[in-house]
C-alpha cells in the first residue's frame, strides 16, 4: 500500500473528526491536484469511500436516537433518483473523456466553494432564520422544499462526491431550525448512506472506481477519525473552521487555475 495515500486519508479523516465536515470537500481535491487521480476516479472512489464510513456513522446516531427518520425520508426520495440520472447522465456523456473530466473538476472547485460558504455563514443562516418564524416553512411546502433540496444534493454529490456533509447539514438547520445539533448531524449522516452508495454503484457501472485506493484510504482514514473525534474539543472550533475555510478556498482556486 502507498504510505502517501494511507497517510492522507489518516489527515483528513483527523479534520472531519474534529470539525465534523464531510470527508468529500478533502479527498476528492487531495486525490485530483496531488496525486493526479482523474477526477472521475477521484469522485467514484471518494463516493465508495463515504459509503462505508457513514454507514458505521448511522449505526452510532440510530443507537442515540439522534436520526429524524421522517427527514431521510423526504430527501432520499428527491436525492437517490437525482443520483441514478445523473450517472445514467455521466455515462451517456462519458464520465472518463477528457472533456467531461473537465467539467467534473469544475463541479468539483463550486461545490468545494459552497461547502466554505455553509461553513462559515451557517451560524448567521440559523440566526436569520431563528429572528423570522414568519419566514420559516411547513406542512407540504417544507415536505417539498426537503424533496427538492436532496434532489439537489443527489446531483451535486454524483458529479463531485461533494455536499453531503456541510452542504447537506446547513440545508437542514435552515429547513429545520427546530433540531438539536446532534439530530442534525444524525440525519444529515444517515441520508447520505443510501445516496452515495447509489452514486457509488453508478461510479462503478461507470467503471471509475479504484478499489485498492479505496481500501488504503480507508486504512489512514478510520483510526484518523478516531483521534480527531476524541481531540475535538482540544481544539477551538473557531479556529479549526476557519482554518479548513482558508484551505478549501485556496483548493478551489488551484482547481480553477
Known sequence: MDLSF?????????????????GGSLMTPIL??????????????????AAVTKSAGTFTHRLRGTVRWDIVRLLCLGAVPAAIVAAIGLKQFG???????????????????????????RSKMLAWINAHPERQLQGRALDTATVVAGAVLGTLVTISSIGAGAIGATLLVMLYPRLSAAEV????IAYAVPLTAVAAFGHW???SIDWMLLLTLLVGSVPGITIGSWFARAV???????????????????LLA
Do not use: C, H, N
Open 32 to 49: 485530483t491536484l496531488l496525486f493526479g487521480v482523474s477526477p472521475s476516479v477521484a469522485v467514484g472512489t471518494d463516493l465508495a469511500f
Open 6 to 22: 494511507i497517510a492522507s486519508g489518516f489527515g483528513v479523516g483527523l479534520l472531519v473528526g474534529m470539525t465534523g465536515v464531510g
Open 95 to 121: 464520465a472518463l473523456d477528457k472533456e467531461i473530466g473537465q467539467l467534473i473538476r469544475y463541479s468539483i472547485a463550486g461545490s468545494v466553494l459552497l461547502t466554505v460558504v455553509a461553513i462559515l455563514f
Open 185 to 188: 448531524a444524525g440525519t444529515d
Open 236 to 254: 477551538p472550533e473557531r479556529v479549526l473552521r476557519g482554518l479548513l475555510a482558508a484551505t478549501l478556498t485556496a483548493v478551489a482556486a488551484k
Open 205 to 207: 457501472w461507470l467503471g
